[in-house]
């Protein structure tokens, strides 16, 4: 039976969400009421929010930061499009400025801004912005151990549609551009930049050596500093690549060095979505790409015979793997098969990729993005930019999903997640209508399942 979205949330119908996950029966199961929406493992059932904005489990409660439009100061205030978000440890003093006075004890966070050339424009002084005429870039707060916003300032602009990116080994955050070009632009888009969140280093240049297309996110080997990203892309779809830094000890602005970049080619697999079976490995082979910058040529269309993906989306870098995700695909816009999400891994050590989880289409959950690896059981959260209505799900130890909240304001997917340094806070987008941080607290050490 098929319900919609809505009726298993208020109704106890029967179950909707059709997943599959590594190591669970036989890789394929659907599930029917009660545990199958998550009740009986996870944290237990959503509580229905008296204002509306975010249902949580139990013993669950939430902060609302930083909305869009809020002042920051004369003039400047908090860019819309909330997106791609990491913490870092305030334990480090930045500039004697106000920016980011690295109060011993609180948190960081580099937010990004998904906005091309209109919106609510980020607004910064002149040595941090790249182009005038884009209207992305990233924010820095700082919260304190409560949740609570302490400071905010636009930390770059001038960037395009700044999607998603990944925290760096040495402290820092790559903010991806997923365009190739917005229309009056005084410069050329679909670069990384590097956003020191201390607010010392920051420098509105481009990371030429990452590759110049529309970058979705990055997840980077704290052991070798490779750099592995994603590209969400259509006419042809998008690839997997892998950047090998000149320069391995890395450290702030070490990508400016250059390096090598190259993408995933998997034996006889095309399309990713031709993989269906949770637990499959394959042996990974990269090939050079051949002209980075793509001066003429998108990267993507340099090649002939190459294994793509459509919607290749989130990254994180957890339990030794690159994670990364494609939302879905579908047969009838190019697709070699059909899903409603996929959860991949790469393991360097094997040099294989692994799928490990994979939504069906029509079920509860679907359309994942961001994606993060939780420090409570082993399991990911994964934020959902889906049909209907939109979680935050998250996966138990022995890989049983459930929804860890839902937005109950409006349709505006969810963006950024991702655990304070120390566990206690999840952090989480609304990405629109309007734009909000979250600051998410409670009994993260009983998950059950």
């Keep these: 039976m098929t319900v919609t979205r809505r009726g298993v949330v208020k109704g106890g119908a029967a179950g909707a969400l059709s997943i599959a996950l590594a190591g669970s029966l036989d890789g394929i199961f659907q599930t029917s009421a009660g545990a199958d929406t998550g009740e009986a493992y996870g944290y237990g059932p959503l509580i229905p929010d008296p204002k509306g904005v975010l249902d949580l489990p139990k013993g669950f409660s939430y902060k ?52 091309g050339n209109g919106g609510t424009r980020a607004v910064a002084p002149p040595e941090l912005t790249y182009d005038p005429a ?45 365009t190739e070009g917005i229309g009056g632009e005084t410069k050329s888009h679909g670069w990384v930049f590097e956003v020191d969140p201390y607010g010392r280093d920051t420098k509105p240049v481009p990371l030429t050596g990452l590759g110049r297309f529309s970058h979705e996110a990055v997840a980077v080997d704290p052991h070798t500093n490779i750099a592995y990203l994603t590209e969400d892309a259509s006419k042809p779809f998008g690839l997997f690549y892998r950047f090998r830094p000149r320069e391995h000890r890395g450290g702030y602005h070490s990508y400016l060095a250059g390096g090598r970049l190259e993408a995933l080619n998997v034996r006889d697999v095309p399309d990713l979505s031709l993989v269906t079976e949770p637990g499959t490995r394959l042996h990974a082979r990269w090939v050079a790409v051949p002209d980075p910058t793509a001066k003429q040529t998108s990267i993507r269309k340099q090649f ?11 990254a994180w870098w957890g339990h030794g793997k690159a994670y990364f995700v494609a939302s879905f695909a579908e047969k009838g816009a190019g697709s070699a098969g059909d899903h409603a999400g996929q959860v991949w891994t790469y393991d360097p050590r094997r040099n294989e990729i692994e799928l490990q989880l994979i939504f069906k289409p029509g079920g509860r959950f679907d359309g994942p993005d ?9 399991g990911v959260i994964l934020a959902e930019d889906g049909d209907g209505e939109q979680y935050l799900v998250g996966t138990t130890r022995d890989n049983k999903p459930f929804a860890m909240a839902r937005n109950a304001l409006n349709g505006s997917e969810f963006t950024g997640v991702t655990f ?9 987008n609304r990405q629109s209508d309007p734009g909000a941080t979250f600051a998410i607290t409670g009994p993260w050490d009983r998950l059950r399942g």
């Excluded at 151990?145 to 998603?164: D, I, K, W």
């Design 64 to 115: 609302t930061l930083s909305v869009e439009g809020d002042p920051i100061t004369d003039g400047v205030v908090v860019p819309g499009a909330h997106d791609g978000t990491a913490t870092f440890p305030a334990n480090r003093p930045g500039k004697d400025n106000g920016k980011a006075s690295g109060r011993r004890g609180n948190t960081l966070l580099v937010r990004n801004h998904e906005q």
């Design 134 to 178: 884009a209207y992305g870039g990233t924010t820095t707060l700082e919260v304190d151990r409560h949740g609570n916003l302490v400071s905010q300032y636009v930390s770059l602009a001038g960037t395009a549609v700044n999607c998603a990116g990944g925290r760096t080994p040495w402290g820092t955050w790559l903010t991806c551009e997923e």
């Design 370 to 378: 961001n994606i993060t690896v939780s420090p409570y059981g082993g």
């Design 420 to 428: 304070s340094p120390d566990g206690r806070i999840l952090f989480a």
């Design 304 to 314: 002939d015979k190459i294994t793509r993906s459509q919607k290749l989306e989130g």
